[in-house]
Structures are given as structure tokens and as C-alpha cells.
């Protein structure tokens, strides 16, 4: 039989066992003897892979969308100096599409005794916890011609967090919110905050604010000024059943949802509320109580950032119960699920008496903007029935939110892009108007 690799080195240097001994080799390591002598020198050479030391450092979180740079630092304890190519396993999300060879493989080239570090770009393209696989190396020769190859662990994990791509709002809904709270020159009124200050009265202001005592002992209309009360609790609810993992454009709906929730908590940690998250479907999947304003919307990011869809219908008897148990005094409960007739009929409508008695529910829905395209689409007749279908499915959600309006519910529906401030938006009216 033909031998190869390291067959065929063992054959030249005369070790190879005699069972397997082909005497067709004799006459062609005779000839080529010096090579044979090369090839034994060149797989002598080769640093051992086995003895080789291998550590790991760099990120360990990173929003998706961004980078994770992850350090690999190589010891080589051996006389022989190394020189390989290795390549650094992670799972195939860790990178985008067409990248993963460039970005996984690396030549290497490390004296005798010393260490070198290598860095792989991580780009993941999925939330969740991205954990390397093994690292392969191939030891060659000074001339090329052999290799040794070995396998080694080096165990690390990367949290790849929610994008939170709707921190762009913040800046406008915080400036939203210094003016209902009375840091900047436009103070707001409304019923159930708390006093302020006073002020003189200008055309538009409401006559319910007139201060008819301050009025009295000066020469000015004096009415009062208010600023939303502090330390509210909201509790924010994550539908992670069945409709959550309907994908709106590139993405499931509970990634939109989630981003909802994150402008919120930070706009409501900003005003002194207090933020708590949980996530159920049928049992809870993440819960986030009691952290502190400045660790809060950390706390929520790490939390959200392994929650995945599960393919089960939710059990709204049981979310309730547990958002009771969670909320056990009056509580701003955002229920971040869908406008699906039959979950909220069959499901939530049965049981929703049971928040609404002690608690404000806001109810915010993730609509797909592919919808309001087809309704408006015209052109053939395949437009035109798509766009009755588009119509009936519109009509359909704006039933099922009327008849939570009707049990006392803040709705809001709105596209991904559009859910996010649309939903701080109904915050900060419930928060002027007193309903905290």
C-alpha cells in the first residue's frame, strides 16, 4: 500500500513497524533520501502543540451590531520556535455572514520561551451568550513540509446585549420631562401632581390653577404650578410566548418590544420612578426588582439580553398572578404584547379586571409597517386584495383596542421605529396628567 504523511517520514527513517513495510518505497527513498532526510528534520523541528499555553482576555458584552475584540495570548514553553496556523472556533452568529474565514484564522509565529497575542473581531449578529469552541493549531516546520496539529480549550463567553437603537430619543423625552417637572421655564399643570411654585397668571392657563388666596394679598393673578410626582413604580412585562416571535422586518417583535422598554426605563429612571422588569410566557423567564436608579437600566439590558421567543401560547391567568405578586402596590404596569384578537380576547380580557383594580395598565403593541403598505397599495387586482386584507387586519386591531380602552387600558400601537417614543410619549402624559 501507498504511504503519506507521516507514514511515509516514519518509512524514511526506517522505523516504520514491519507489517505495514511496502517494499515499493525502498527504491524511491533511496533515490530521494536527502528529502526524506529534509522531511525528518522539518517534522523534528515542529513545535509541539500538545505543551503550549493558552489564555484568554478582552470584552465579555458588546451591543449587537458592534465589536467584541477577544485576546488570545500563546505561550510557548518548547526549545523550538512556533510557527502554526490556528484557528479560533465560535459559533457561526458570531460573525457576519462571509467573514467568519478571515476573521477566525490567523498565522502565527512564536519564539522559543516567549508569548504572543492574537485578537479575534467578534461582530455578532444575534443576541445572547456567544461561547468560544476549541482552538486548532498546526505546527510547522521551518520548511513547511510537515505539520503537527492539536486541539486546545480555552473557555470564554461574550454577552451580546439589546442594540438599544431607541437611545436617540432620549435626549428629546428628557427635555420633555425637565419641563413637566419644573427645572426650565415652561412648567406644566395637571391634577394629582405636586405643588410647585407660584406664578403670574397668563392668558391660556388653566382658571382650576388660579391661587385665589395668593391672588388676594397681591395686585397679580397668581396661579400655582405643578411637577409630576417622584417615586412611582412601574413594572414593565414581557410577553415572551408564541406572538412574540413574529418577525417584523429583520427582526422578531420582542427585540422591538424590548427596545420600548429600555427608552422607558431610562426616561422613568431619570424622573425618580422606580423600574422593574419581568418576563413570562409560562412561567418567568427574567425578573429585575429593587435596583437602583443608576443600575437599573444595566441590570434590565443583561437581563433582556438572553431572552429568546417561545414557541407556546402565554398563560395570562398566570402572568397576572405573578405581575400581582409583583406589583403589590399601586403600580404603572406595562404590558408589552399583541394587538392579536384571539390572545386578548381568549386570554387577557378574562383577567384583566384583576390589574386594572389596583393598577394603571398601558398596553404597547408592535405593528407591522408591512400592513399599512399593503392597504394602501392599488395598481392590479392582486393590490387590491391585499390591500382588503390589510384593511380587515386594521380593523380587527383597532376593535381589540378599543375594547381595552374600554376596561380602563392606555393603548399604543405603533411600528418598531415608531413604538419606542410613542410609548415614552404615554408615559409622560400619564405622568403629567396625575395617573401614577
Request: glycine share 6%; net charge positive.
Amino acid at each position: 500500500m501507498a504511504l503519506t504523511g507521516r507514514a511515509a517520514l516514519l518509512a524514511a527513517l526506517g522505523t516504520l513497524p514491519v507489517g505495514i513495510w511496502d517494499p515499493s518505497w525502498t527504491g524511491i527513498l533511496a533515490v530521494n533520501a536527502p528529502l526524506a532526510a529534509a522531511c525528518a528534520c522539518d517534522f523534528a523541528l515542529a513545535a509541539p502543540v500538545r505543551r503550549l499555553g493558552l489564555t484568554r482576555s478582552g470584552d465579555t458584552s458588546v451591543r449587537l451590531g458592534e465589536a467584541a475584540d477577544v485576546t488570545l495570548t500563546i505561550t510557548n514553553p518548547s526549545r523550538r520556535p512556533l510557527r502554526a496556523h490556528l484557528r479560533d472556533a465560535w459559533p457561526p452568529s458570531s460573525w457576519q455572514p462571509g467573514t467568519e474565514t478571515a476573521a477566525s484564522r490567523h498565522r502565527v509565529k512564536v519564539p522559543a520561551g516567549e508569548r504572543r497575542r492574537i485578537t479575534t473581531r467578534l461582530r455578532p449578529t444575534r443576541r445572547g451568550d456567544r461561547q468560544t469552541d476549541r482552538i486548532t493549531i498546526r505546527s510547522y516546520g521551518p520548511l513547511g513540509l510537515f505539520a503537527r496539529q492539536g486541539t486546545h480549550k480555552a473557555p470564554w463567553t461574550v454577552r451580546v446585549l439589546p442594540p438599544f437603537t431607541s437611545r436617540k430619543h432620549l435626549p428629546a423625552k428628557l427635555a420633555r420631562l425637565r419641563e413637566l417637572d419644573g427645572r426650565t421655564s415652561v412648567l406644566t399643570r395637571g391634577e394629582g401632581t405636586e405643588f410647585d411654585s407660584l406664578r403670574e397668571y397668563v392668558p391660556g392657563d388653566d382658571t382650576r390653577s388660579i391661587d385665589w388666596r395668593a391672588t388676594a394679598r397681591q395686585s397679580a393673578v397668581a396661579v400655582r404650578t405643578w411637577r409630576p410626582e417622584r417615586d412611582r413604580h412601574i413594572l414593565l412585562v414581557l410577553d415572551t410566548g408564541r406572538t412574540s416571535a413574529g418577525r417584523v422586518g429583520d427582526a422578531p417583535r420582542l427585540d422591538a418590544s424590548m427596545d420600548a422598554a429600555l427608552l422607558l426605563a431610562a426616561l422613568a429612571s431619570r424622573a425618580g420612578d422606580r423600574v422593574d422588569l419581568l418576563a413570562y410566557d409560562r412561567r418567568v423567564r427574567a425578573l429585575v426588582q429593587g435596583r437602583a436608579a443608576g443600575d437599573v437600566l444595566p441590570a434590565l439590558v443583561n437581563a433582556m439580553a438572553t431572552l429568546e421567543p417561545e414557541l407556546i401560547e402565554t398563560d395570562a391567568r398566570g402572568l397576572t398572578a405573578t405581575a400581582l405578586r409583583t406589583a403589590p402596590r399601586h403600580t404603572l404596569i406595562v404590558l408589552l404584547t399583541t394587538l392579536d384578537a384571539a390572545p386578548i380576547e381568549e386570554g387577557l380580557l378574562p383577567v384583566l379586571s384583576q390589574l386594572t383594580q389596583r393598577h394603571t395598565v398601558l398596553l404597547a403593541s408592535v405593528a407591522d409597517p408591512h400592513i399599512a403598505r399593503m392597504a394602501a397599495a392599488r395598481g392590479n387586482t392582486e393590490s387590491v386584495y391585499e390591500a382588503a386584507a390589510a384593511a380587515q387586519a386594521q380593523s380587527e386591531r383597532h376593535r381589540t383596542a378599543e375594547q381595552l380602552r374600554r376596561h380602563g387600558v392606555t393603548v399604543v400601537d405603533a411600528t418598531p421605529e415608531e413604538l419606542p417614543p410613542a410609548l415614552a410619549d404615554a408615559y409622560l402624559a400619564l405622568k403629567t396628567t396625575g395617573r401614577l
